[in-house]
């Protein structure tokens, strides 16, 4: 098939894509700096039709933002509060019990859980959680706690990182997201969020997750103040792992929100970047077999473009996420499984529901 590109630099890449060449820093840095992102999409839509045809995923989830109260004041984030703040709340279990009981009779299939780092709940509360979570939802996995979460849990339950992932996986854990990498780099991390665990240590703790038989995704936050190489950085840290481990599950690229931060200056991304980000992850990440397109950050309608620009997964219905929200984001607070369905159908694209391990369900 022939391809002409009008941005000259991508016919090499493209040559690598066709005979399986994994794409190197410096391709990546032509990637993130053409112009032509028609091209570009073509390049992420040759790989991706060529893992998943015409399949697109999505999951009938819903969210569980236990608290928002959190010791470590990331500069980029509008979720985390001090437990003074009028906005601050911690959910009980028996909150949690409610929130279940409301939607238990949808056919949801994954709880997502994560939280602030509040330092008033002790171990015990995390294991009741994912154990009150497997009672009333038996059927459904439950994907909880980012490693900023697990390197918490570790330090006030006393126990190793192995054994606190053991411990929570025989109390229900089923797989982790992929939160808290953000930008695996020091100067970002030093500058945006000090208090958070190091790059490293995100690194060795999905290592860890990863060999105890837990699954993961990965993340990564852009449009705040990274670079290209940093973010490519980024991407061959999280390629070089996954050749290690073969844990991660799919990849999701995350557009920063900034209103009601601290890094309101910054503009929101655009559509070029986000479509950009998403190509590129496909076309860097060689050895993760989904990317996905997460509507809650750049909108329903872009997220079902990128189905042609690299990603094969919209996530899911997303019932009550409050973090993204916080920030400003303007997409809906949830979806039902008709619009999720819609969304793909209208891209051109076969709507395939899946679990958390992707999965079909008939």
Same mark, same amino acid.
């Given at each position: 098939?022939?391809?002409?590109?009008? =941005?000259?630099?991508?016919?090499?890449?493209?040559?690598?894509?066709?005979?399986? &060449?994994? #794409?190197?820093?410096?391709?990546?840095?032509?990637?993130?700096?053409?112009?032509?992102?028609?091209?570009?999409?073509?390049?992420?839509?040759?790989?991706?039709?060529?893992?998943?045809?015409?399949?697109? +995923?999505?999951?009938?989830?819903?969210?569980?933002?236990?608290?928002?109260?959190?010791?470590?004041?990331?500069?980029?984030?509008? +979720?985390g509060v001090d437990k003074e703040n009028n906005k601050a709340y911690s959910w009980s279990i028996n909150d949690i019990k409610e929130k279940l009981k409301k939607r238990i009779n949808e056919p949801i299939n994954e709880l997502h859980i994560v939280g602030g780092i509040n330092i008033d709940l002790d171990f015990n509360y995390y294991i009741d959680l994912l154990k009150t979570v497997k009672k009333i939802r038996p059927n459904a996995k439950i994907k909880a706690f980012t490693c900023v979460e697990i390197h918490h849990l570790s330090k006030i339950?006393?126990?190793?990182?192995?054994?606190?992932?053991?411990? %929570?996986?025989?109390?229900?854990?089923?797989?982790?997201?992929?939160?808290? !990498?953000?930008? %695996?780099?020091?100067?970002?991390?030093?500058? %945006?969020?000090?208090?958070?665990?190091?790059?490293?240590?995100?690194?060795?703790?999905?290592?860890?997750?990863?060999?105890?038989?837990?699954?993961?995704?990965?993340?990564?936050?852009?449009?705040?103040?990274?670079?290209?190489?940093?973010?490519?950085?980024? @991407?061959?840290?999280?390629?070089?792992?996954? =050749?290690?481990?073969?844990?991660?599950?799919?990849?999701?690229?995350? !557009?920063?929100?900034?209103?009601? &931060?601290?890094?309101?200056?910054?503009?929101? &991304?655009?559509?070029?970047?986000? %479509?950009?980000?998403?190509?590129?992850?496909?076309?860097? @990440?060689?050895?993760?077999?989904?990317?996905?397109? +997460?509507?809650?950050?750049?909108?329903?309608?872009?997220?079902?473009?990128?189905?042609?620009?690299?990603?094969? =997964? #919209?996530?899911? &219905?997303?019932?009550?996420?409050?973090?993204?929200?916080? !920030?400003?984001?303007?997409?809906?607070?949830?979806?039902?499984?008709?619009?999720?369905?819609?969304?793909?159908?209208?891209?051109?694209?076969?709507?395939?529901?899946? =679990?958390?391990?992707?999965?079909?369900?008939?």
């Amino acid at each position: 098939m022939k391809v002409l590109f009008l =941005d000259k630099k991508l016919e090499n890449i493209y040559l690598k894509i066709i005979n399986k &060449t994994r #794409l190197s820093t410096k391709d990546g840095i032509i990637l993130f700096n053409t112009f032509d992102l028609t091209g570009l999409g073509i390049l992420a839509d040759i790989v991706r039709k060529k893992i998943h045809n015409n399949k697109a +995923y999505y999951i009938y989830n819903q969210h569980l933002n236990y608290t928002n109260i959190c010791k470590n004041k990331c500069l980029f984030c509008a +979720y985390g509060v001090d437990k003074e703040n009028n906005k601050a709340y911690s959910w009980s279990i028996n909150d949690i019990k409610e929130k279940l009981k409301k939607r238990i009779n949808e056919p949801i299939n994954e709880l997502h859980i994560v939280g602030g780092i509040n330092i008033d709940l002790d171990f015990n509360y995390y294991i009741d959680l994912l154990k009150t979570v497997k009672k009333i939802r038996p059927n459904a996995k439950i994907k909880a706690f980012t490693c900023v979460e697990i390197h918490h849990l570790s330090k006030i339950s006393g126990f190793s990182l192995e054994k606190t992932i053991c411990l %929570l996986k025989d109390a229900g854990l089923d797989m982790m997201p992929g939160g808290g !990498a953000e930008i %695996l780099n020091s100067r970002i991390r030093k500058k %945006l969020f000090p208090q958070k665990i190091k790059g490293e240590t995100w690194l060795k703790i999905m290592e860890i997750v990863h060999k105890n038989g837990i699954t993961s995704n990965a993340t990564m936050l852009y449009g705040h103040i990274e670079t290209i190489e940093e973010k490519i950085a980024h @991407l061959i840290l999280l390629r070089e792992l996954q =050749d290690k481990t073969k844990g991660f599950s799919a990849f999701i690229p995350l !557009a920063f929100h900034s209103k009601n &931060t601290c890094l309101d200056y910054i503009p929101s &991304t655009t559509s070029i970047d986000d %479509l950009k980000n998403i190509a590129i992850a496909r076309l860097m @990440l060689d050895n993760f077999d989904h990317i996905k397109a +997460y509507w809650v950050m750049i909108g329903e309608q872009l997220a079902s473009v990128a189905l042609s620009y690299g990603a094969d =997964d #919209l996530d899911g &219905t997303i019932i009550e996420e409050k973090i993204t929200h916080r !920030a400003g984001a303007k997409s809906a607070k949830g979806l039902t499984q008709n619009q999720m369905k819609d969304l793909i159908k209208n891209a051109g694209f076969k709507p395939i529901e899946r =679990d958390s391990f992707y999965n079909e369900i008939s």
